[in-house]
């Protein structure tokens, strides 16, 4: 599944849902069910970050993309 590089966001909707994973990451069923629910696949790159830093990272490139 092709994830779409947080560096390549151009525009946010108003209105935006982030999921963020466990440590583990999300499992098949997981990711399966977001994405049949629109939402679409995000990468904040190779390395792994703890969810609160992921949280810290998505809201600070959002804001840059408002």
Not at 1 to 7: D, G, L, N, R, W
């Given at each position: 599944?092709?994830?779409?590089?947080?560096?390549n966001l151009t525009k946010i909707q108003e209105s935006t849902?982030?999921?963020?994973g466990p440590e583990g990451d999300f499992n098949k069923d997981e990711v399966d069910y977001a994405v049949k629910n629109d939402f679409e696949p995000l990468s904040l790159g190779n390395n792994r970050l703890r969810s609160e830093?992921?949280?810290?990272v998505?809201?600070?490139a959002f804001?840059?993309?408002k």
């Open positions: 599944m092709k994830k779409i590089p947080v560096s849902v982030v999921l963020i830093t992921a949280a810290i998505v809201s600070s804001s840059t993309f």
